[in-house]
């Protein structure tokens, strides 16, 4: 069993920031990857950035240095997503999900509001 569990959404401005955590527990101590992902109103969910377990770090382009997605170097299976200057497109529900082989686990979600 593993419970995927995520904070830090909110309101903020546009250009404001906001950091997102991500704590993964249970049965599988290693995971090969965790990231974000999110889905606005009306649309499909989409990914935002991952990191691998060797470190790697992959983002869509629309957050392109503007979100940076690390790992906690203390607590295993932690992820954080820091979202710098917020523009209302960013706005939507933010997911975060762990991987394993072929399997994937997930949160409910944090709301994310950006306001113009």
């Known amino acids: 069993q593993v419970q995927v569990v995520e904070s830090g959404g909110g309101l903020v401005q546009a250009g404001g920031s906001l950091r997102l955590s991500c704590a993964a527990s249970g049965t599988i101590i290693n995971f090969n990857a965790m990231g974000w992902y999110r889905q606005a109103p009306g649309k499909s969910r989409e990914l935002v950035a991952l990191i691998y377990i060797g470190g790697d770090t992959t983002y869509t382009a629309s957050v392109k240095g503007r979100f940076t997605i690390s790992r906690d170097n203390v607590k295993k299976n932690t992820v954080y997503l820091q979202m710098n200057s917020l523009k209302s497109e960013d706005t939507g529900r933010y997911y975060c999900?762990?991987?394993?082989?072929?399997?994937?686990?997930w949160g409910q979600g944090t709301q994310v509001t950006v306001s113009s």
């Open positions: 999900a762990a991987v394993v082989g072929t399997r994937d686990f």
